[in-house]
């Protein structure tokens, strides 16, 4: 996931859960009242 915004949410930037080699790179979270970035097993 590269090079996308994510504006006034509510809950949740990016919610990442059982993931194998994602990589997140240039990403901008803008107004986020939860976790901007949840990483979970």
């Known amino acids: 996931m590269q090079g996308c915004t994510v504006?006034?949410?509510f809950s949740r930037g990016l919610s990442m859960s059982r993931t194998s080699?994602?990589?997140?790179?240039?990403?901008?979270?803008?107004?986020?009242?939860?976790?901007?970035?949840?990483v979970g097993k």
């Not at 080699?21 to 949840?38: C, E, K, M, Q, T």
């Open 7 to 9: 504006w006034c949410s």
């Open 21 to 38: 080699g994602l990589r997140v790179d240039n990403n901008v979270f803008y107004n986020i009242l939860g976790h901007a970035l949840l």
